[in-house]
């Protein structure tokens, strides 16, 4: 008799025992079946539905319930093996520096994981497949990458603070005279401060 038409699994994740096997009998007799999948040491009565598993391999096995037709089989591709599939991997996180006291300074994490969907999370602003936050203050933060699974990678990210000097002109070409050094006016760019050629910055 025929009794196994396939065996489907499904893998664990960062060991959680969430993967799953599913014994699909031939049509019809799924009830008449008992299954097992340690290689007939222990049978259940369950349709051929087992969840909650490990990481690990497996041995399938049916039997009819029917004891006047005490037929069994062994599933041809057996071993079955359960993979577990890691928690999201971050890729990338750049941080970008807020100026002065003006909230501009930003966090943009690239992370690869399992799923359709992965949440990203800084100090518990939570936003779907987007790892760009904006609009912050110097500081650390925690941050993480979650699956739809609940596996996640937590980790912190420091938002540097650049000083901004502001110089005033008090001559008409543009130049404030402190003792024998003139100071032209410089501003920040996106890696360093710039100073024009021939100007000397003074630190307060």
Not at 157 to 162: A, F, G, I, Q
Request: some cysteine; hydrophobic content about 35%.
């Amino acid at each position: 008799m025929y009794l196994l038409h396939t065996v489907i699994v499904s893998e664990s994740h960062c060991g959680q025992h969430d993967g799953a096997i599913t014994v699909v009998a031939t049509t019809g007799l799924a009830s008449m079946l008992k299954y097992s999948i340690d290689n007939g040491q222990n049978y259940f009565l369950n349709l051929g539905r087992f969840t909650n598993l490990p990481q690990g391999n497996y041995r399938v096995k049916v039997m009819v319930t029917d004891t006047n037709q005490p037929c069994q089989k062994v599933y041809d591709h057996n071993p079955l093996t359960i993979d577990q599939m890691d928690g999201p991997v971050v890729t990338n996180v750049v941080a970008q520096y807020e100026t002065g006291t003006q909230a501009d300074g930003s966090i943009t994490i690239l992370a690869t994981g399992s799923g359709d969907s992965l949440y990203y999370t800084v100090s518990g602003i939570t936003q779907i497949n987007n790892g760009y936050f904006g609009q912050l203050s110097a500081g650390n933060y925690t941050c993480s990458v979650t699956d739809p699974f609940g596996c996640d990678t937590v980790f912190t990210v420091t938002v540097n603070n650049l000083t901004m000097v502001r110089l005033q002109a008090i001559a008409g070409d543009g130049s404030a005279c402190l003792g024998n050094v003139a100071c032209y006016r410089c501003w920040p760019t996106t890696s360093a401060m710039y100073i024009p050629s021939g100007a000397t910055l003074v630190r307060p």
